[in-house]
């Protein structure tokens, strides 16, 4: 035993400093155990010479390699991330001055405590739980979501055992990170990113439907609200109808709803038995829990709509006050397009004071005509509209959205029509407020044939459009990406005029109301069509493929070769451009079963783009122009279907 000892001290002694003549090297720490992974700093003493510089080596390997841990010139060595066989290696530091002269020291590399988090990756519904557990060196760990503690309301919470709860609504961007922290050495830790799917528990609250739909050829209108519980239960249901059977008014409803992981459900409105009207199914798509899109879903109707949450302290005639910009489309009793814009002064009482209407009547167009009325509200937030005027008595039944929102459906046989009005922002407006790169949608009739179109231009802020680009879908003639120029001026109350001129087209002229800077509702005024639609400034000035991204819910609808047809699409955008779903159409009064859908895109850069999509065996062209990376128009491109609507990003990200 003590033979042994003295052989392992003067082995030691030798490893620290290795000496040729007068010049000794010195290193230390003599023995370490180093994690993989981790660095231990080595420091060379030499004596002998003026010249101390030394070079540093791992097993004879200057630098060393990934194999059996680097160093650097200043002696800092970094273990594999593998326990190199054997696991004992030699540092040495080699004096500059001579290099026979050196200093040795070992290091045994040892497997790091690790820890995991499992499942991982997990995706969780809205509301539901998952067991989460910790695997490793760490015998009791904190768990955390997001960086606290326990997690928080919005993000959602996790037990001291492991067991997260997440919140009913998805967070922004779906995602949360759930981390596990060893309580004895808070540097270990392991975090999995968890995915928040939407459920029934996303819908919980006060909500308002519109829906434009169509059956047996005829119009069928219907605005409504409902109370979702959180848990698949429609209660409170109250709806207007306007259709082939006459004005229904304040019918009582119930009915129930599903929310699957990618958002698409099912919701199904049973009015009450007395009222005759028959029970309504739509196919949706959760954007939110404040906002849905969906379509008509039975062999009744066709039909496209949109629900959103209602701030129910708004539910009094006082809460509307002020300049609304109204956009109503339709059709009149005739069969033709029905198209209205108008700016109306609300008196936060009782009455419409004054308001400026602008219609289009199958291409018959008034402009300017006067229009006030009384309304009431009740206090399910349901309230009647009498607007009077030259062009006649229009009576509506509305629902409260918000303050600043309103959705309003025609209690008239004559005009089947229905809208929304929007609180006015800001006054005396001029030119400036279109200004930048601006995007544009419109749909109606051109000629009595369905017409849709969609497009970007640059406005200089002083009445100058350049630059522009625009697809149309007439009647199946299509034209692509075809270049125009045009002019616009702004009154001080909003009201404006819109000149798009194009070698394709011809001159193509709206009338319009600003909302807000950027923001307009447009109707078209020239003798070759009666739409309406929607104008908004760009979010970017510049887009590319890379800003379609996440999942998104997709509407739209107009006329097939057969009828009329809606579609409602999921689809999460992939790399490269590559789009995966699903797409559900009602085409006809004809559901189809959920169909998988494939598409391809290209974004330009001024946020115009192009999918090719394949569902059920058919390949269709969508284009789009991008408000933003979270909302869009399309516009169908195919010569048997002319197709208008939007799409936006369910739970989008931060920014």
Same mark, same amino acid.
């Given at each position: ?457 640059? +406005?200089?802020? /002083?009445? $100058?459009?350049?630059? *522009?680009?625009?697809?149309?879908? =007439?009647? #199946? &003639?299509?034209? %692509? @990406? ?58 970017? +000035?510049?887009? /590319?493929? $890379?800003?379609?991204? *996440?999942?998104?819910?997709?509407? =739209?609808? #107009? &006329?097939?070769? %057969? @009828? ?73 491109? =195919? ?5 208008? @609507? ?10």
């Amino acid at each position: 035993m003590t033979r042994k000892l003295i052989l392992l001290l003067a082995l030691s002694t030798f490893m620290l400093a290795c000496t040729h003549g007068s010049i000794k090297v010195m290193v230390t720490p003599a023995m370490a155990t180093v994690q993989t992974g981790t660095n231990e700093q080595f420091a060379a003493t030499v004596t002998g010479t003026m010249n101390t510089a030394v070079t540093w080596q791992v097993n004879t390997i200057a630098g060393g390699n990934s194999t059996v841990g680097t160093i650097t010139a200043m002696g800092l060595y970094t273990a594999p991330t593998q326990v190199p066989s054997p696991a004992m290696v030699t540092v040495t530091a080699v004096s500059q001055a001579n290099t026979v002269a050196n200093g040795m020291a070992t290091v045994t590399v040892t497997t790091a405590p690790s820890l995991n988090v499992s499942p991982s990756p997990a995706t969780v519904a809205a509301g539901g739980t998952q067991q989460f557990l910790a695997n490793g060196g760490a015998a009791t760990v904190t768990w955390q979501v997001n960086g606290m503690d326990g997690g928080s309301a919005a993000a959602g919470t996790i037990t001291s055992k492991g067991v997260y709860t997440a919140p009913d609504i998805p967070p922004p961007g779906q995602t949360v990170t759930v981390t596990a922290i060893s309580q004895s050495d808070s540097s270990l830790n392991a975090s999995v990113t968890v995915t928040i799917a939407p459920s029934i528990a996303t819908l919980n609250g006060s909500y308002t439907y519109l829906v434009n739909g169509q059956s047996s050829n005829s119009g069928l209108l219907e605005a409504g609200s409902f109370t979702a519980d959180g848990k698949g239960n429609l209660t409170n249901g109250i709806e207007d109808q306007n259709g082939p059977s006459g004005v229904s008014l304040d019918i009582a409803f119930t009915g129930t709803y599903t929310v699957g992981t990618d958002g698409r459900g099912l919701l199904t409105i049973t009015p009450a038995t007395s009222s005759g009207l028959s029970v309504e199914m739509y196919e949706i798509v959760v954007i939110s829990n404040a906002r849905v899109r969906m379509i008509r879903y039975d062999t009744a109707a066709t039909g496209i709509g949109t629900i959103d949450l209602n701030d129910t302290s708004a539910f009094s005639a006082a809460s509307l006050s002020g300049n609304y910009v109204l956009s109503l489309s339709g059709g009149g009793v005739t069969g033709h397009e029905l198209a209205a814009i108008a700016l109306l002064t609300l008196n936060g009482k009782n009455a419409v004071t004054s308001g400026l209407m602008d219609q289009n009547a199958n291409t018959e167009v008034n402009q300017n005509v006067s229009v006030s009325g009384p309304f009431v509200v009740a206090s399910t937030g349901r309230g009647t509209l009498t607007l009077n005027g030259n062009l006649g008595t229009f009576d509506f039944a509305f629902y409260i959205i918000s303050a600043s929102k309103i959705r309003l459906v025609s209690l008239d046989a004559a005009s089947l029509w229905e809208g929304t009005a929007v609180a006015q922002q800001g006054s005396n407006f001029n030119n400036s407020a279109i200004d930048g790169p601006i995007v544009y949608q419109a749909s109606g009739q051109s000629q009595s044939v369905p017409s849709a179109d969609a497009g970007q231009f640059t +406005s200089n802020g /002083s009445g $100058t459009i350049s630059n *522009g680009i625009a697809d149309e879908n =007439d009647n #199946g &003639t299509i034209y %692509t @990406g075809y270049d125009f120029t045009g002019l616009y001026s702004v009154a001080s109350n909003g009201h404006g005029s819109m000149t798009l001129t194009s070698t394709a087209r011809g001159s193509i002229t709206y009338a319009f109301y600003v909302i807000a800077s950027g923001q307009a509702v447009l109707m078209r005024t020239d003798t070759g069509g009666d739409s309406t639609g929607t104008l908004n400034v760009q979010s970017q +000035s510049t887009f /590319s493929s $890379t800003d379609l991204s *996440g999942s998104y819910g997709l509407t =739209d609808s #107009g &006329t097939s070769s %057969t @009828g009329f047809i809606d579609k409602l699409i999921e689809f999460t955008a992939g790399t490269g451009g590559a789009l995966t779903g699903n797409e559900n159409d009602n085409d006809s009064q004809s559901p189809s079963a959920d169909l998988t859908m494939t598409a391809t895109s290209t974004v330009s850069s001024n946020g115009r783009g192009t999918m090719t999509v394949t569902a059920g065996g058919t390949t269709s062209t969508v284009d789009f122009y991008m408000i933003s990376p979270t909302e869009m128009y399309v516009i169908g491109m =195919d010569s048997d279907q002319v197709l208008s @609507g939007g799409g936006e990003q369910q739970f989008p990200p931060t920014s």
